[in-house]
């Protein structure tokens, strides 16, 4: 599967913005997905995920409660709906897929990756 985020940009702090992934391939409903960035000079954090049917939801301690992890099988995207953006919610944030993931929060485990969306948060 092919992913390709889209969505981000530079925003204000408190605002919201909804990141979209597009994926390539019918075979999309049978994979989890995930959200995952990666801030200046520091590691890939993971952020969401969603299993294969969208009835469940784990979030990173850091977005829970502001960010809403989605998906739209019939039209092979996801989404990652952001509420009261932080300074520090400020990277470069991947959508990530794979059939059957153990640990999630692991990025080893993810599979397939996109390129990446700039979300910028000033104060």
């Known amino acids: 599967v092919q992913l390709v985020e889209s969505g981000g940009g530079s925003v204000q702090a408190g605002a919201s913005l909804t990141l979209s992934c597009k994926a390539s391939?019918?075979?999309?409903?049978?994979?989890?997905m995930a959200w995952f960035r990666q801030a200046a000079g520091k590691d890939r954090e993971f952020v969401a995920r969603i299993d294969q049917i969208g009835g469940g939801t784990m979030y990173g301690n850091s977005v829970k409660g502001r960010f809403t992890i989605s998906r739209e099988n019939s039209r092979l995207m996801g989404y990652l709906q952001m509420n009261d953006l932080r300074p520090e919610d400020a990277a470069v944030y991947y959508c990530?897929?794979?059939?059957?993931?153990?640990?999630?929060?692991?990025?080893?485990?993810?599979?397939?990756w996109g390129q990446g969306t700039q979300v910028t948060v000033s104060a």
């Open positions: 990530a897929a794979q059939g059957s993931v153990v640990d999630p929060q692991n990025r080893n485990n993810w599979g397939y």
């Open positions: 391939g019918r075979s999309f409903r049978y994979y989890s």
